[in-house]
Each structure stands twice: as structure tokens, then as C-alpha cells.
């Protein structure tokens, strides 16, 4: 008896406590050897880019906490959130909101670097098909980078999935990470073409990396570069063009859209219609700045059809109104936009005035006033024109993931429009601190960003 | 002992039978047919064990306390009975011998203790072995079975996190072994099946109510336990192999007693409120902090969203929040009845409860538990064919609001408007006020159902052989539904039904094991020897999926998925667990006196990467009577005296399943119609067995024929090759990787229990028992603690239950600002600064327990206590001057009372300098403080129906209070909950009645 129970149990034994996967799970080998699972997981990137971490139109994300944390929106909520620290530049290196950013970004650089690796060993997807896939990976790890370099300064700029070494790795400068991200652009632009893989321009092409190209050399006051890559994008004329009606600017269909994140879930709109919107006053959250509003002009358009009031007894509250939808609808109809051709217009505005083509600058800004229903400008000299050029940005891309925090922190501006409306405003104030819990975790990353 | 004999004998005869060999014997010529009865005197005893001394023979008295067996005339019969004491009888030739056994003035005598697969007795454990009966549990009204532990043990430290119906607890069994927080649960055993104590609840639809999830020991109905035994010494777990390294909790069910059908009736109801609140800010103090606060910070237009003090809410409204949040009344109504009987060969047991709790909450939420218990056990004419099944089944169902309301009760300014307009309806006074209530609309449902099942099968292939199988089985589910209707949000978003979400969670775990085994036993001369060898396969799987549906046509329809617009896969878990071993036990006794014990496991788990899959584990116990030796046996005043101790290893593997595997999993993130594929975790293949090295030293002493006993236990466990989800900064894309860690944590302390029976009169008694605690723990070796990513957490030498935080070291007196202790002198107060070690592990903890019977009337009473320090109100108070209320300690700041105030001034944010100062001086050390409580855990009272007065019917009638009174100087509402989020431990009062017929 005694030996029936042995026999039985050793030779059970490795086979009895050997388990399948259970059928939720691929490993990781398997994902890359078929081109279906392998784009299943790009999606899985595209969207968390779209549910968390900088991207998002979700209220951590920047165009909500930029928007606060310049002059485009006024914070109204009440109880202390995350979001009124940005509003007040009370940021300290504990803001939950602060660490997501950065902790979300992270964990999206790392899927898109796991997409790189495990593409280099997969003879069984075909070549075209996996340049597509490592060109997307490369933009995404370009986009999540330069966000996080804007935003907090010298930053690790993370290429592997080695978790030993990035668990201890440094800070670079901020001028190598921008480097590095052109040179992941260039890359994913040998890689990528004008065709989109994906109907709705849901996943990047060529156009989607040299927008991002024209910005960076933009920010890197790389004019002629700048204005190369913008111009490009603008002579692809059967596949952009400035979308005149405004309504109809930031529908899923829009002509001026170059890339854009899916909602997901069918029938699903933006998250930013959601978090922006309010029907009744005071609003939960923020609003749009009394500053803001009345900068449209009387005769623009956009602050009729991009700008929505609500009205209760005689207070007049505004919110952003580019998307409209705050709901689920039958169809999905609005996508969150991410890079446009109006802003590769202004950029190139900006590049040319800058580059002393004052009349190709003076058309393109036009180009964009006569579609807000405005007269040519007025502005003669470069240094007006230049003033114009950002007066315009501010107008056109206000609450689209912050570029006018960016564009007031590059052009040296911060400090003189947001001291008088911010009374904590110091010049510390532009760079987030890093999250604290990613120092005692990584003391490598010391020291934190100066003043905080 | 009390004198209800009937009640002893019906629990424990069944317990006694099994472990009992008794063997059939051939009629020789010279043998004698003796018979006779055994009483106590007046009423006979049933299922008294009645052997021939120096054999294996032996009968069981029936149940009038007959018996006859076949003995030489030569011969001596041992008769014993749990609870009494045993006696030996020469035969010298007589046919019958009436029997009369005296009760055992002590428990301690040949009480069977349950050590999972073998029982002993506390006269001859040699190991660490705790133990509760239900008498202990009985009167208390609880939810969750470690309710019932609290105090009662040594080594065992369990705190209530939640005082919500299903709210968990949090169990130590000597200290934390684990640096990996979820790494430190015990083993559970329910009936021989073990039973996981991973939650199948989703924190998606339970977060904000519950501490933690759901906790699954909730579905056990505890007044269906007979008893739990906590084995905590290696001697104990050792053959619980690689899941014993944190102590093993076994929970025995009731089983048929009797012989006569018996039925038995209980009926209880509690009421409850919350024992401890926090005096709050009145409307004039807190306006007064509001003003002085926008006043520092230079502000003298309030902004328009101040609605509390720009003139939106009235200024001399004042509410008691908690009193209206959390100030209800729960109740609880428990019934249970039971059916028991059967004869010599076949016993039975039938019971059913049925139970409903509510909360403190506004509302009318319930939670109900029914639970189904049945136990049958038959063994054949020769004895030589047992097999006893249990079926425990119960279900639970809650309707909860999906919110816990104490943040509210303690945040909500006392000049917010009222919760309902006069119509009824919700009062969002404009907009302007987010009602608490609200959330309430959105409810939390739960549904669970738990069935185990276990059936031993046993057989005597010779006199001393036995073959044992036991066959568990325990199915698990769960559902949980949490509803946000677009009512809960304020009016202003101007959200309709189409934005209303139902998140629904689905849980099932299944899980058999089969465990064959062989018990030998054999005696010869002054030799005892036991022997067992068994052999385990067990197999688990779990499922787990939530979802999510968006958008309903109205918020009517929001209970049905099929409703939404939309439904979306939150996550999916699927997971399969096996696991094999090879056990087995020696036991060896020498002239009654010496013992030793030696157990062993060889296990492998699916839960390691294929090197790493096997492992062996082991212990040695051995024990001393010495008062069994011939120079001590006749001493009048040491009555019992032993000394044991062991030595061996153990194990964990609660680390879940596949980690050493690298997958992609199906995420529940939707991409253009494409679900996508997400890698899971970061993995390292070679990770293996975390384990555990115990010691123990222990003496057990009894005075005075035992009225005085006294137990001191001597422990230590030291707990290596320590494997943890290391935390990783988000760089790496993930918080953790499981591995193993060269750390090394020691535990060690000092138990003692003492037991005295003060009165023993026939009207009168009075026992005493009293436990404490004196845990030590220490982080011994931790090789590349510098540069790894604990180096902010931990420190070498200290406890691993510290905080490292910033220094307090007062107010600047100028500025009126916390200020710190600069560590590292570079002027500034960084991250780098959180140098300062809080402990805020237990320093010693125990318990007070005094039992008073006089005549009918009988008195309990437990005080459990504790020293520790923890966090305090700071850490989970906003900013003092924002918009929440305040702890009226927060009156006492700058300038007022100078900087020996305890808070710094007030500030609405503004003061960045001030702002940083407090989140450093809530994870500084004045946020954590002395938390030690004396309370008086239990206190009943119960009148047992005098005999006759209504015929054949028994029972007697309680009034039982728990959480009566407690003595601390706790900054803050609870110091056992130690939380201003979660609803504390409730105070409850409660009335029952138990009748026997």
C-alpha cells in the first residue's frame, strides 16, 4: 500500500503540476509570431495612449491639467482634488496627478519598447507589415517622450525593456532626449508612408511623424527644418486640407485631421466632450478663463462655434465646445484629435516669419484667420507678426493637450502672463517636479527639479 | 467545565470516536464478558471510550451509558471521556463494573486538539497549537470567524478594518514574515479542504466601501463552527509544507452528537452603533479657521466656488455630520436551528441559519447570510468501516450603498446646506453642494455562495493499520454589481441615463483534493508509536470577469447589462493552480513521558517555474512530562509540568499564479474594434520557495490538581530567501517584478497564557484566563538595501512595519510653518529628509478573559488590549483652512497658541510654502502616535433555564455587548481601525436565546 502511494504520487508528481495557460494569455514569444496578435498589442498602446497618461482627455490628462495650469481655464471644483494644485501652482512632488503622467507614460514607453523587441525576432510576420508595426512604436515612444521632456525637463529617455537597468537609470539632459526623440522620428519615418493602416487615421503614417518632426524643430527653433516637414504635410493636398466648417472640425471625419485616437468603445465620443462640458452653472470643474473668452474677437468664429455659454441668473459661465458630444451616441462620432493640419500651418507660419518670409507667414496665418471668419492681419514687422502667429495659436489649439503652456514656456512668456493671474507663480513653476515616489525609488533620478 | 453534560458530550463524543481504533477481538476460552454503564453520577455518560489498558481494544458507550466488552479477569479497562478524567479499573474477575468518571476541573486534561491530520491532546502536543470552541463564540454576533480569535490568543494579532457588514480583518499569526503585503495570510482549512482567502471581489465594484475586498471567510456561518485551532510552532505546520510558514488556521465545523434526535433553536438580535467618533468643528469655529485662513493668505474677496463662506450656504447652520452620516443604528437577526440524532452506527446533524444585518448608513441596506449545514458520519457493525461527509453551504447577499460615508461624515463643512429638499429629493442646492447621499443612489450588490464539501473514508486494513482518504471539495461564487445611475451626479453636468454605468464582477473558484493516507500505530511495552504517511493532489481554478455596461435608455433599467448601449470586458482572470505533495509524521512516545514528533512534506506548486517546482520541508518536536516522573508524580503541588520545543522549516507560495511566466493577456482596452493585447508582468523564470525557519521553546505548567496552568511559549522564525513583488520605479513600465530577495526577517517573542480556576464550587465558579503577547520583529539582513528600491523603505535592525517620514521638530514661530529636520544638511527639505523610523508594529498585545457562574447565571467577560503607536488623525485630514471640516484639535494652532501649537497656520492652499509643510507633516512623525487601547471586547451574560421548568426544553437566555467601552489615548476616531475613511469597529448590544429539545 505504502508503495502504491508513492509510486502514484512521483510519477504524478511534475506532470500532475504542469498548467496551460489559461486562454486569456499568449506568451510572449507567441504574440510575435502572428501579425493579428502582434497588432493587438500596437492597439493595446493606441489605446492607453487614449485612457491615461498624457494623452488622455481624461481630467489627468494635459488638457485638462495645462489648461489649469495656464490662463485657459478657471478651476471651480471644490473638496481638494489633484486639479487645484495645478490651477493655484501649488504642485508639490506628491500631486497624484503629476505622477500619473509620468507613471502612465512610462508604462506605455515600455509596452511600445516590448513591440520593438519583439518584433526583431519574428521571420514569420511579413516585412512590410513589421515595418509598419516598429515605424508606430517608434512614433508612440517619440510622443510619450516628448511630452514628458516639455513638461518635467531631464528625463531618462528609455529604449529597452530591461528592467534591472531602467530601474536604476539617469536622468539625461534635456536637449540629448530631444535628440533622441528626432532620431526615433527619423527612423519611424523610413519606416512608415503616407497611407494609414487603419481607416478614420486612427494609427500614425508618415504624416502623423513628420507632424511631430515639424514640432519639435519648431520648439528646437529649428526654422528651416521646421518649415520643411510642415510643408510637406500641407503639399499632401489630396490627403489634408484645412477643414472650413468649423462644426464639423473635430468630427471623426475631419479632412484637417492627421492622427487621431479611437474611442474605443463603439458608440463612445471624447473624453474631453465629458470632463469640459457642464449645463448648468457653477461648473463642477473648470471653465474656460474670462481672459480666454474675450480674446475672440466679436467677428471670430471660433468663439461661436468652439466656445459654449451657460447662462444661470446673471452669471454667464463658458466651457470648450470643440467637441460636442458628451455622451455615447449610436455611432461614435467624434475622436479625440491629437495633431492637426492647422497647427503644421501655424507652425510653418512661424518658421517663415522667423526665417524672414514674412509674406509666406503673413499667408499662412491668414489662412487660418479667414477660416475663423477674420480679415488678413494687420501685423507688418517680424516681431508683430510673430506676436500675431502665437495670439493665433492660442485661439485655435486652446485645451488641446497644452500647447499653450508649451508655446508660453519656449517663447520665454510664462512668467509675464501667468505671474499677474497666479499668485504662488515662481519661476521654478516650469518644470513639474518628479514624482516623489519615483526618487525613493530611484535615487538615481536625484536631484528633484529645482524648488521643489 | 459546567454541569450541562449533555451539551459536552453530544459536541465532543464524535471527535473522540473517530481518532479511536477500536478493533474487534475473538472470544478466547479464559476470556470474560464484562458489561456496566458509565454515568457521572446522575446522567449517563454516552460515547466514553472504554479500552483494555496496554491493547488496542477497546468500546464506545451507547447512548445509555452501556457498554461490554470481552477482557482477560486480569485485565484493566481505561475509561475516558473529553472533559473528564480518565480512570483505570482492575477487572479482578467481576462481569459488570459500573463506572462513575469525575469531571475534569481543567480543560487542559485529554481535551482532543485537531491538528489537521492527526488530533493530540494538550497533556501531549509538542507543538504550538491555540484553540476556541464555540462556546466562545456563541454569544458574540459576528460576521467574519476570526471575529471570534480577537484576544482569545496568544501570537495571534487580528484587527477589524471595516465596520461594514462584509468588511474584512486583518489576521498576524506571530508577526509579518513577508515583506510582500498580501504575503502574510494564513493557511485556512475548513474541514480538511483548504480554503483560499484571495478575494474573488473586484476592487472595480467594492472600492470606497470596503478596506479590502470581499473577504471569503464571511461565507463560513460561525455559529456552525465547532472549533478553530491556530498551529503556529514548525512542530504544527511543518506538514502544511510550503503554505505553513504563516501559521495554519483550522476550522472544524459542528457534527451529530447524539443519539436521541435532539433539536436545538437560537435566536439573537444586536444593535450597533459606531463606538468612537471625532468631536468635530462647529459652525463658528470652522468659519472662524475659514476666514483666518483666507485672511493669512492675503485673500479678502472669497473666490466664487468658497460657497461655505461667500454667502452661498448660510453661516449659522450647524450639523453633526457623523451623527447624521454614520449616527444610524445597525441591526443584526440571527436564527439558527438544528436537527441531530441517529444511533450507534450512523449520527446526523441538520441545521439552517438565516441572518440579516444593516448598516449605520442612512437607508435601509442589507446584508443576509443563509447558511445550510449537514453532517453525516456512519461507521459499519465491526468498526472497521467509517466514513463521515460534511456539507456546509451558505449564501450571502448584500444590498449596500456602493459608498463608505465616514470620509464625508468628517470632511462635509458643518454649514453645508441640508441633504434633501422639502419635496424628498436630494438637495444639491444649486449646484453648489455635492450631496453625500448621492453616491447612496448608486448601489453595491452582492451575492455569494460558498459550498464545501469533505468526506473521510476510512478503513482498518489490520488491528493497527487504518487507510485514510479524505476527499474536499469547495466551490466558490461570486457576484458582485455596482450601479452608478447619472443621479448620483451633481445636476450641473447635465449627465443623463445614457451616461448611467453598471459594473458587474463574476467570481467562481473550484477546487478538490484528495488526500489517501495510512495511520499505524503500535504499542509495545512503554513504546507508543504513530505513524502517518499521505500523500495530497490538489487542483484549484479560478474565474474572474468584470464588466462594464455604459449608457441605459433609462436609469430604470440600470440593473441589466443587457440594457446598456455599451458593454465592455473590465478584465478577465482565469488561473489554475496544482499542487502535489508527499507528507507524512512519526510520532514516538517512551513511558508516557517522553515524546518526540517528527514531520515532514515534500511539495511541488504550480506556481514556479519548472527548476524551482519541488521543495522539502520539515520539523522535529519533542516534549518532556516531567511531572509524569516517579520524583514528582506524588507532589501535591505540581500537578502537570512539560517542557517542549521544536525545530523546522516551512514555506510560501502566495505569490498568485504564472509569474514566472511571459505572457500577454487580453486587456480590456478596445482599439478600433481590436481588443488588445497587453504584456502582463515583468517576470523572472527562476524565482522559488520563500522559507520560513521556526523555533520554539516552551513550558507548560499545572498547580494544584491543575487549577492554576501556565504556558510560556519561546518562538522564533526567521523567514528567507524572501520572495516579493520588488517595487519599481515606473521607468521600468511596471510598480513591481516577483523575485526572490537575499533579506532575511527575524519574528520572535514571548507567549504566555495563563489559566486559573478561582472558585470551584458546585453554585459557584470562577475561571480566569489570560493571554499575552510580546512580538519582536527586525528586518536581520537585506544585502543591497542601499541601492535597491526598499532603501527608502526599510533599515536594517528595525522593524518592517516602519514609516520613514520627515522629523517634526516644531513651528517657526515668525512664519507660523511646520518645519523639519534637514538630514542631510543641504538646506532643504526634500524627499531625501524622511529619515525619521516610526514603529508602528504592536509592542505587546493580549487578552483578559474572566468566566463567573453562579447557579444558573453566568458572567463573561474579555478585555483585549494592545500597545502599538499608529497613524493619527493628521494623516487622513485635509489641509486646515480648505474647505473640509476639522477635528476640533485642529482649533489649537499658530498664531493663537504660538508655535507650541499643534497645527501650523491656517492656509486655503495659497501659502505653497505652507501646503508642502503639510503633506510633510502628515508623513512626518506627528502624524503617527500613541494608538494603544485597553476594550472591553466582550461582555455576556447568560441564564441557563433552570431543568424541568419547561419540561424536556433546555436553553438558557444572553445579553452579550461587544465593543463596550475602550480606554486610549488614540488621536483620532478608532484605534483599531485607525482610519477616518472607513467606517470603525462597531459597539454592539445584543439579546439571544439558544433552546435544546
Known amino acids: 500500500m505504502v508503495t502504491v502511494i508513492l509510486g502514484l504520487s512521483l510519477l504524478g508528481c511534475t506532470k500532475f503540476i504542469e498548467v496551460d495557460l489559461p486562454v486569456s494569455q499568449l506568451t510572449g514569444p507567441a504574440v510575435y509570431q502572428d501579425q493579428t496578435t502582434a497588432t493587438a498589442a500596437l492597439s493595446d498602446i493606441y489605446a492607453r495612449l487614449r485612457n491615461n497618461g498624457v494623452l488622455t482627455g481624461n481630467p489627468d490628462g494635459t488638457s485638462m491639467v495645462l489648461g489649469l495650469y495656464t490662463d485657459e481655464l478657471a478651476y471651480y471644483g471644490t473638496g481638494t482634488s489633484p486639479l487645484e494644485s495645478f490651477f493655484t501652482h501649488g504642485l508639490l512632488p506628491s500631486n497624484t496627478y503629476a505622477s500619473s503622467l509620468w507613471s502612465n507614460s512610462y508604462g506605455q514607453v515600455y509596452a511600445a519598447n516590448a513591440l520593438l523587441e519583439g518584433l526583431e525576432n519574428s521571420p514569420e510576420i511579413p516585412k512590410s507589415a513589421t515595418h509598419q508595426l516598429q515605424g508606430e512604436a517608434l512614433f508612440i515612444r517619440a510622443v510619450l517622450h516628448f511630452y514628458l521632456v516639455n513638461l518635467y525637463g531631464d528625463i531618462p529617455f528609455i529604449t529597452t525593456t530591461d528592467y534591472q537597468g531602467n530601474a536604476q537609470v539617469q536622468r539625461l539632459p534635456a536637449s540629448e532626449v530631444m535628440a533622441h526623440i528626432i532620431g526615433d522620428l527619423e527612423a519611424a519615418d523610413q519606416k512608415l508612408t503616407y497611407g494609414y493602416p487603419a481607416q478614420n487615421r486612427v494609427r500614425a503614417n508618415k504624416g502623423a511623424v513628420r507632424a511631430l518632426l515639424a514640432r519639435a524643430h519648431l520648439y528646437l527653433e529649428q526654422w528651416s527644418l521646421a518649415d520643411m516637414y510642415a510643408s510637406d504635410i500641407i503639399g499632401q493636398t489630396a490627403l489634408y486640407a484645412v477643414e472650413d466648417d468649423l462644426d464639423a472640425a473635430f468630427l471623426k471625419g475631419s479632412i484637417s485631421t492627421i492622427w487621431q485616437l479611437h474611442p474605443g468603445v463603439s458608440g463612445a465620443n471624447t473624453l474631453q466632450g465629458k470632463i469640459f462640458s457642464f449645463s448648468s452653472g457653477p461648473p463642477a470643474i473648470a471653465a474656460l478663463t474670462q481672459d480666454l473668452v474675450s480674446s475672440f474677437g466679436e467677428n471670430d468664429l471660433r468663439g461661436q462655434h468652439w466656445v459654449k455659454s451657460v447662462t444661470q441668473g446673471v452669471q454667464v459661465w463658458y466651457h470648450p465646445y470643440k467637441y460636442k458630444l458628451t455622451e455615447n451616441t449610436g455611432v461614435s462620432q467624434e475622436y479625440s484629435i491629437v495633431l492637426r493640419l492647422e497647427e503644421q500651418i501655424l507652425i510653418r507660419a512661424e518658421a517663415r516669419a522667423n526665417l524672414g518670409d514674412s509674406d509666406g507667414a503673413k499667408q499662412d496665418l491668414n489662412t487660418i484667420r479667414n477660416r475663423a471668419g477674420l480679415e488678413n492681419t494687420t501685423a507688418t514687422t517680424t516681431m508683430q507678426l510673430l506676436a500675431a502667429i502665437q495670439q493665433e495659436r492660442k485661439l485655435e489649439l486652446f485645451t488641446e493637450f497644452g500647447h499653450r503652456w508649451f508655446d508660453l514656456k519656449r517663447n520665454g512668456m510664462a512668467e509675464a502672463v501667468l505671474s499677474p493671474i497666479k499668485p504662488a507663480w515662481e519661476p521654478k513653476n516650469l518644470l513639474f517636479p518628479l514624482p516623489e515616489s519615483e526618487l525613493l525609488l530611484n535615487p538615481n533620478l536625484e536631484p528633484q527639479n529645482t524648488g521643489y | ?997
Open chain 2, 1 to 997: 467545565m459546567t454541569k450541562n453534560h449533555t451539551l459536552c458530550r453530544r459536541r465532543r463524543i464524535y471527535a473522540g470516536c473517530l481518532f479511536f481504533l477500536s478493533l474487534s477481538l475473538t472470544l478466547s476460552a479464559q476470556d470474560l464478558l464484562v458489561s456496566g454503564q458509565v454515568t457521572d453520577g446522575q446522567l449517563p455518560i454516552s460515547g466514553a471510550n472504554v479500552l483494555i489498558k496496554n491493547s488496542n481494544t477497546g468500546v464506545v458507550s451507547d447512548f445509555d451509558g452501556r457498554y461490554t466488552i470481552t477482557a482477560r479477569p486480569t485485565d484493566s479497562l481505561q475509561i475516558s471521556y473529553l472533559g473528564y478524567t480518565t480512570l483505570t479499573i482492575p477487572i479482578q474477575n467481576r462481569s459488570t463494573i459500573n463506572i462513575t468518571l469525575q469531571e475534569d476541573a481543567t480543560a487542559l486534561g485529554e481535551v482532543q486538539i485537531n491538528a489537521g491530520y492527526y488530533t493530540t491532546t494538550d497533556r501531549e502536543k509538542t507543538g504550538s497549537i491555540a484553540r476556541v470552541t464555540a462556546k466562545d463564540m456563541e454569544t458574540q454576533p459576528i460576521t467574519n470567524p476570526l471575529a471570534a480569535l480577537q484576544g482569545r490568543m496568544a501570537g495571534v494579532n487580528i484587527t477589524q478594518n471595516s465596520g461594514i457588514p462584509g468588511g474584512g480583518f486583518n489576521i498576524q499569526i506571530r508577526g509579518i514574515n513577508s515583506l510582500r503585503s498580501n504575503g502574510n495570510a494564513p493557511l485556512y482549512i475548513v474541514n480538511g479542504v483548504p480554503y483560499s482567502s484571495q478575494s474573488l471581489g473586484s476592487s472595480l465594484t467594492s472600492s470606497g466601501l470596503l478596506a479590502s475586498a470581499t473577504s471569503p471567510l464571511n461565507s463560513i456561518n460561525p455559529s456552525d463552527i465547532e472549533s478553530i485551532e491556530v498551529l503556529k510552532d514548525a512542530d504544527a505546520t511543518a506538514i502544511y509544507g510550503s503554505r505553513g510558514a504563516n501559521g495554519v488556521v483550522l476550522i472544524t465545523t459542528k457534527s451529530g452528537t447524539s443519539e436521541k434526535t435532539a433539536f436545538s433553536l437560537q435566536a439573537f438580535t444586536s444593535l450597533g452603533k459606531v463606538s468612537s467618533k471625532m468631536e468635530m468643528m462647529d459652525t463658528g469655529q470652522y468659519l472662524a479657521m475659514r476666514r483666518e485662513a483666507y485672511a493669512n493668505d492675503g485673500i479678502t474677496s472669497y473666490p466664487v466656488n468658497a460657497y461655505d463662506i461667500n454667502g452661498v450656504w448660510s453661516q449659522t447652520k450647524n450639523t453633526d455630520w457623523a451623527k447624521e452620516l454614520i449616527g444610524g443604528t445597525a441591526y443584526i437577526k440571527n436564527l439558527r436551528a438544528g436537527m441531530s440524532g441517529g444511533n450507534q452506527q450512523t449520527r446526523f446533524l441538520l441545521s439552517g441559519t438565516y441572518r440579516t444585518e444593516s448598516t449605520v448608513f442612512p437607508g435601509d441596506d442589507t446584508y443576509a447570510q443563509a447558511a445550510v449545514q449537514s453532517s453525516v458520519s456512519h461507521r459499519s457493525i465491526n468498526d472497521r468501516f467509517k466514513v463521515d461527509l460534511t456539507l456546509n453551504y451558505a449564501s450571502n447577499k448584500s444590498n449596500i450603498q456602493a459608498n463608505d460615508l465616514t470620509t464625508q461624515a468628517y470632511r462635509l463643512a458643518p454649514n453645508a446646506p441640508a441633504l434633501y429638499n422639502e419635496d424628498g429629493s436630494l438637495n444639491w442646492e444649486n449646484g453648489t453642494f455635492e450631496n453625500p447621499l448621492a453616491n447612496g443612489l448608486g448601489k453595491y450588490t452582492n451575492r455569494s455562495k460558498n459550498l464545501i464539501a469533505n468526506a473521510v473514508l476510512s478503513y482498518s486494513l489490520a488491528p493497527n493499520l487504518e487507510f485514510r482518504t479524505s476527499l474536499g471539495y469547495n466551490d466558490m461564487d461570486l457576484k458582485e454589481a455596482r450601479t452608478w445611475p447619472s443621479t448620483v451626479y451633481n445636476p450641473v453636468y447635465g449627465v443623463t441615463s445614457s451616461s448611467s454605468i453598471l459594473t458587474l464582477n463574476g467570481g467562481t473558484r473550484n477546487s478538490w483534493i484528495v488526500e489517501p493516507q495510512l495511520h499505524w500505530k503500535h504499542t509495545w511495552q512503554d513504546h507508543e508509536l504513530e505513524v502517518l504517511l499521505g500523500t495530497t493532489f490538489q487542483s484549484e481554478s479560478t474565474e474572474m470577469r468584470t464588466q462594464r455596461g455604459t449608457g441605459f435608455s433609462s436609469n430604470g433599467l440600470i440593473n441589466s447589462i443587457g440594457a446598456a448601449a455599451t458593454v465592455q470586458i473590465l478584465a478577465e482572470q482565469l488561473s489554475e493552480y496544482r499542487y502535489q505533495a508527499v507528507f507524512g509524521r512519526v510520532n514516538y512516545k517512551f513511558k508516557d513521558r517522553y515524546i518526540a514528533n517528527l514531520t515532514g512534506r515534500r511539495d511541488g506548486s504550480s506556481r514556479f517555474g519548472p527548476k524551482n517546482r519541488f521543495a522539502n520541508f520539515g520539523a522535529i518536536g519533542a516534549a518532556w512530562i516531567f511531572s509524569r516522573e516517579k520524583f514528582l508524580e506524588k507532589s501535591s503541588f505540581l500537578s502537570f509540568g512539560k517542557l517542549r520545543g521544536s525545530y523546522g522549516t516551512t514555506g510560501s507560495d502566495q505569490i498568485g499564479d504564472y509569474q514566472f511566466l511571459d505572457t500577454y493577456s487580453v486587456s480590456n482596452n478596445l482599439y478600433n474594434g481590436v481588443a488588445g493585447l497587453q504584456p502582463t508582468r515583468l517576470f523572472s523564470p527562476n524565482f522559488g520557495w520563500e522559507t520560513n525557519t521556526k523555533v520554539e521553546l516552551a513550558a507548560e505548567l499545572g498547580f494544584l490538581k491543575d487549577r492554576i496552568t501556565l504556558s510560556s511559549a519561546w518562538y522564533q522564525n526567521r523567514s528567507s530567501n524572501q520572495l516579493v513583488g520588488i517595487p519599481l520605479p515606473a521607468t521600468t513600465g511596471f510598480n513591481n517584478i516577483q523575485a526572490n530577495l537575499d533579506a532575511v526577517i527575524l519574528n520572535r517573542g514571548l507567549e504566555m497564557e495563563l489559566r486559573t480556576l478561582n472558585i470551584d464550587k458546585k453554585a459557584l465558579s470562577w475561571s480566569t484566563t489570560a493571554n499575552l503577547t510580546i512580538p519582536n520583529n527586525r528586518l536581520l539582513r537585506f544585502d543591497g538595501l542601499e541601492g535597491s528600491t526598499y532603501a527608502n523603505t526599510y533599515v536594517i535592525g528595525e522593524p518592517v512595519d516602519i514609516i520613514k517620514g520627515y522629523h517634526f521638530t516644531g513651528i517657526d514661530a515668525d512664519s507660523g510653518i511646520y518645519q523639519f529636520e534637514d538630514y542631510n544638511g543641504d538646506g532643504l527639505i526634500t524627499s531625501a529628509d524622511r529619515q525619521f523610523i516610526s514603529d508602528v508594529s504592536p509592542q505587546w498585545f493580549g487578552g483578559l478573559n474572566n468566566r463567573i457562574a453562579y447557579k444558573n447565571w453566568e458572567l463573561e467577560v474579555l478585555f483585549q488590549f494592545v500597545r502599538q503607536d499608529g497613524r493619527n488623525y493628521i494623516y487622513s485630514s485635509n489641509l486646515p483652512g480648505t474647505m473640509t471640516n476639522m477635528p476640533i484639535e485642529v482649533l489649537d494652532h499658530w498664531p493663537a497658541n504660538g508655535e507650541n501649537a499643534e497645527i501650523q497656520r491656517y492656509t486655503t492652499g495659497l501659502n505653497s510654502k505652507a501646503f508642502s509643510a503639510y503633506f510633510r507633516y502628515r508623513t512626518s512623525n506627528a502624524a503617527i502616535s500613541d494608538a494603544s487601547y485597553i476594550r472591553l471586547k466582550s461582555l455576556s451574560l447568560t441564564y441557563k433555564i433552570p431543568k424541568n421548568l419547561l419540561g424536556p426544553v433546555s436553553g438558557s437566555i444572553y445579553l452579550q455587548g461587544q465593543n463596550l467601552w475602550t480606554l486610549t489615548n488614540y488621536k483620532g476616531a478608532d484605534p483599531e481601525n485607525q482610519s477616518l475613511t472607513f467606517l470603525p469597529p462597531l459597539r454592539q448590544l445584543t439579546m439571544g436565546t439558544i433552546f435544546n429539545f
